[in-house]
């Protein structure tokens, strides 16, 4: 009993998170037309991997008391990469998928090298490198276009036994196999440390430039993944997508559970942050709210998820103040 306890108030904003998208997944399947159905749960499944993709690379930044503006414009250049290279026959394809991987972790590297090396505060340093990202992408891809291969992209978007969406299963697997062993490694714990307490990581001896390269460097591989993933759901590549997405991974991981201040991050929490603003906005969709105020209510959403992540900095900078 007390290790539950324990449990639940350890893991409280991350339980949170689940249960209020549980709350809005039955919500949004007893108003939708075709009720309970592997079609549905497969389109609302693929509508959410991308931004949660996107949101965990994000929270790893955050972990460590950073922000990446950037990782929306990496997204929208691996999606016009994408367009380009993933097509063909499968050793192509291969080729293809490797270089968008790596273009996005040479940005997440190239942000984090000039945040750690130049002294740059990071949302100035990645506002400008994700401004070259977008230039990047439009000279890649000038008008939305190109194509990705059509086998992967029906494997990717489909379902596996006509039961279980293939953009879950592939969502898990890339969580076990790239946050997992980085949480568990020496550098996790090093992001961890930072933002909690960066000054006393440094006196311990733990390198943490290298984390915070290391942390920027993942988030650019996570973007990529999410830039290819939407290669997959379009067939085609789009300069002009990153935007909305930096704005609401921001969302997804303050209402998943991650302090903005750092130190504190659930990555389940912020997939679950994901897929709420996603229910959110087919909940809008199917309830019929006219499509001009939607953004407005998408807007209203993101703000109050930013001032529910700074309530415990509000806190914690009162209590300081008793001291003064």
């Not at 290298?210 to 650019?220: H, L, M, R």
Request: proline share 4%; aromatic share 6%.
């Amino acid at each position: 009993m007390r290790n539950t306890t324990l449990y639940v108030r350890h893991n409280a904003r991350t339980l949170l998170a689940l249960a209020l998208l549980a709350g809005l997944l039955v919500a949004f399947l007893m108003i939708h037309p075709r009720g309970v159905s592997p079609t549905v749960l497969t389109a609302w499944s693929n509508q959410g991997v991308a931004l949660a993709l996107v949101a965990i690379g994000q929270t790893i930044v955050v972990l460590t008391s950073g922000i990446d503006i950037s990782i929306g414009a990496i997204m929208a250049l691996s999606n016009c990469v994408a367009s380009e290279l993933v097509q063909g026959d499968p050793i192509q394809v291969a080729l293809g998928v490797a270089a968008v991987l790596l273009v996005g972790t040479a940005c997440g590297t190239v942000n984090g090298l000039i945040i750690v090396y130049a002294r740059i505060q990071p949302i100035v340093a990645t506002l400008a490198t994700g401004t070259i990202y977008t230039g990047i992408a439009l000279l890649v891809r000038p008008t939305p276009g190109g194509e990705v291969s059509a086998g992967l992209s029906d494997t990717m978007t489909g379902t596996l036994g006509d039961l279980v969406p293939t953009s879950l299963i592939a969502l898990t697997v890339v969580v076990i196999l790239v946050w997992e062993p980085l949480r568990r490694s020496l550098t996790g714990r090093t992001l961890f440390a930072l933002g909690s307490a960066e000054q006393a990581a440094y006196m311990s001896g733990l390198s943490i430039d290298k984390a915070k390269v290391v942390a920027y460097a993942v988030a650019g591989l996570f973007a990529a993944m999410a830039g290819l993933f939407l290669g997959f759901q379009t067939a085609s590549g789009d300069a002009s997508v990153g935007l909305p997405y930096t704005l609401n991974s921001v969302a997804a991981v303050v209402l998943g559970g991650t302090v903005l201040s750092g130190g504190v991050a659930s990555v389940v929490g912020t997939i679950a942050g994901a897929f709420m603003l996603r229910t959110i906005g087919s909940l809008m969709f199917f309830t019929g709210v006219p499509p001009l105020a939607q953004p407005l209510f998408e807007g209203l959403v993101l703000i109050c998820a930013v001032a529910l992540g700074s309530v415990r900095l509000l806190r914690i900078r009162n209590r300081l103040e008793i001291f003064k």
